[in-house]
């Protein structure tokens, strides 16, 4: 029999997942049915690429929004706003005629993405701090599992049905499912655990006045920006491009996507057994990582048009992304556990900056560079990750060498282990 604690773990676990799988699902379907969005409120496909910076803007306001209040009352509530506002934006966004009112639908999809981004990462650390890493790798896939499934589904309803409606209906039931599931759960808040112990209330103000002096927040927000930024470049063009490319419908070209979310969900999953096993330390994981995705995405951006080569191109483009956000995300939640809201807000601000100017800006060039050249931007930006990873690196192993009344972050939270 397992304890009520087990079972609530267990049961928060599988509220995350939920929250990950609709916000996959709900996040992902605007990239590969960008063109009928576009013709549904008639206007040109570069132009319609402003709904990713709408959404990302409202990314940005939601984290920092959500960083703050979370911080103060708990997280519990802030991720029922966030499923609540996905699921309805969810069911908006394809049946709108007006391109303002989509913008304006993209926007505070962005807004709700931006709850449950900061909400999960507290909750996860609050509750799973023992198994960080592997946890986070789990949870992230189960985005992944949404992302894959949302093409898939596009393509489906677009063949059966020829709209689609059905596919982002199908994430808006997820998300008022996570959502009926969450309310009679019991959820941790950084408060409430802090002030079991009043030292570690007293440790958790230094934190405070000092996080934003720290070099490795910065490098760190750095990392998840450039990664981010190509991510989601990238899967938003990626259909578009090979349907261009190849010269064939976008129900035809959306496992191009199909692949690169199951190279995802895949990738995380190993990345977790990987680092449960102990063989790999997480920066080599991520360097390995880094490089893989770049590679792959080169290949996409050489050969879009040959189906063979871009659908398993982006199938391992996917698997070498998967273990990248959780990484860095695992890392600065042992780093910054005191001021975990702040800190992820920090980080997915920055995020949010990237997600908003490289897809837009890969809409604005492809009339005038190519679409081979543009699928070129986000395998070099996700390869430039390697640079502030780098610094990071030689600022943790710093740190580790500076003596015990020289500290800058928390005393009392160690550091992660350098392999």
Same mark, same amino acid.
């Given at each position: 029999?397992?304890?009520? @604690?087990? %079972?609530?773990?267990?049961?928060?676990?599988? *509220?995350?997942?939920?929250?990950?799988?609709?916000?996959?699902?709900?996040?992902?379907?605007?990239?590969?049915?960008?063109?009928?969005?576009?013709?549904? #409120?008639?206007?040109?496909?570069?132009?319609? &690429?402003?709904?990713?910076?709408?959404?990302?803007?409202?990314?940005?306001? &939601?984290?920092?929004?959500?960083?703050?209040?979370?911080?103060?009352?708990? =997280?519990?509530?802030?991720?029922?706003?966030?499923?609540?506002?996905?699921?309805?934006?969810?069911?908006?966004?394809?049946?709108?005629?007006?391109?303002?009112?989509?913008?304006?639908? %993209? $926007?505070?999809?962005?807004?709700?993405?931006?709850?449950?981004?900061?909400?999960?990462?507290?909750?996860?650390?609050?509750?799973?701090?023992?198994?960080?890493?592997?946890?986070?790798?789990?949870? @992230?896939?189960?985005?992944?599992?949404?992302?894959?499934?949302? =093409?898939?589904?596009?393509?489906?309803?677009?063949?059966?049905? @020829? %709209?689609?409606?059905?596919?982002?209906?199908?994430?808006? *039931?997820?998300?008022?499912?996570?959502?009926?599931?969450?309310?009679?759960?019991?959820? +941790?808040?950084?408060?409430?655990?802090?002030?079991?112990?009043?030292?570690?209330?007293?440790?958790?103000?230094?934190?405070?006045?000092?996080?934003?002096?720290?070099?490795?927040?910065?490098?760190?927000?750095?990392?998840?920006?450039?990664?981010?930024?190509?991510?989601?470049? $990238?899967?938003?063009?990626?259909?578009?491009?090979?349907?261009?490319?190849?010269?064939?419908?976008?129900?035809?070209?959306? +496992?191009?996507? #199909?692949?690169? !979310?199951?190279? /995802?969900?895949?990738?995380?999953?190993?990345?977790?057994?990987?680092?449960?096993?102990?063989?790999?330390?997480?920066?080599?994981?991520?360097?390995?990582?880094?490089?893989?995705?770049?590679?792959?995405?080169?290949?996409?951006?050489?050969?879009?048009?040959?189906?063979?080569?871009?659908?398993?191109?982006?199938?391992?483009?996917?698997?070498?992304?998967? =273990?990248?956000? +959780?990484?860095?995300?695992?890392?600065?939640?042992?780093? $910054?556990?005191?001021?975990?809201?702040?800190?992820?807000?920090?980080?997915?601000?920055?995020?949010?900056?990237?997600?908003?100017?490289?897809?837009?800006?890969?809409?604005?060039?492809?009339?005038?560079?190519?679409? @081979? !050249?543009?699928?070129?931007?986000?395998? /070099?930006?996700?390869?430039?990750?390697?640079?502030?990873?780098?610094?990071?690196?030689?600022?943790?192993? %710093?740190?580790?060498?500076?003596?015990?009344?020289?500290?800058?972050?928390?005393?009392?939270?160690?550091? +992660?282990?350098?392999?």
């Amino acid at each position: 029999m397992l304890s009520s @604690h087990a %079972q609530n773990r267990r049961m928060i676990f599988l *509220i995350l997942y939920l929250t990950y799988i609709c916000a996959g699902i709900i996040s992902i379907l605007p990239g590969p049915a960008l063109s009928l969005l576009a013709a549904n #409120t008639g206007i040109p496909l570069e132009i319609a &690429g402003w709904i990713f910076t709408s959404s990302a803007t409202g990314l940005m306001i &939601g984290v920092i929004v959500a960083g703050i209040i979370s911080q103060r009352f708990g =997280p519990k509530y802030v991720l029922m706003s966030g499923l609540a506002i996905m699921s309805c934006t969810g069911i908006i966004t394809p049946l709108t005629r007006d391109f303002s009112l989509l913008l304006g639908a %993209q $926007f505070v999809q962005g807004v709700g993405f931006g709850f449950l981004d900061v909400t999960i990462s507290m909750i996860v650390a609050l509750t799973f701090g023992n198994a960080l890493s592997e946890t986070l790798n789990n949870l @992230h896939s189960a985005y992944g599992v949404g992302a894959l499934v949302a =093409p898939l589904v596009l393509s489906l309803a677009l063949q059966v049905m @020829h %709209q689609a409606m059905a596919a982002f209906v199908i994430g808006a *039931i997820v998300g008022m499912v996570g959502l009926f599931l969450l309310i009679p759960q019991r959820i +941790p808040s950084a408060h409430t655990v802090s002030a079991q112990n009043k030292e570690e209330r007293k440790n958790g103000n230094i934190a405070f006045g000092n996080v934003f002096r720290q070099p490795l927040l910065w490098l760190l927000a750095l990392q998840i920006a450039l990664y981010v930024g190509a991510e989601v470049s $990238f899967g938003n063009w990626v259909v578009t491009a090979v349907s261009l490319s190849a010269v064939i419908s976008v129900a035809l070209a959306a +496992p191009s996507a #199909t692949l690169l !979310w199951a190279g /995802l969900t895949t990738g995380r999953l190993v990345g977790a057994q990987i680092l449960k096993r102990g063989i790999l330390g997480e920066h080599t994981l991520l360097y390995i990582s880094v490089i893989g995705s770049s590679l792959c995405g080169l290949l996409v951006a050489i050969f879009p048009g040959n189906i063979a080569i871009s659908f398993s191109a982006s199938a391992l483009v996917g698997f070498f992304f998967g =273990p990248i956000f +959780p990484g860095i995300m695992a890392i600065a939640s042992r780093l $910054f556990t005191k001021v975990l809201g702040t800190v992820s807000g920090v980080l997915l601000v920055s995020a949010g900056g990237t997600a908003m100017i490289l897809p837009l800006l890969m809409g604005i060039l492809i009339p005038r560079i190519g679409i @081979h !050249w543009v699928m070129t931007i986000p395998a /070099l930006v996700c390869l430039s990750v390697i640079v502030p990873l780098s610094l990071a690196l030689r600022q943790q192993r %710093q740190l580790l060498q500076m003596p015990d009344d020289e500290h800058t972050i928390e005393r009392d939270i160690p550091l +992660p282990i350098i392999k």
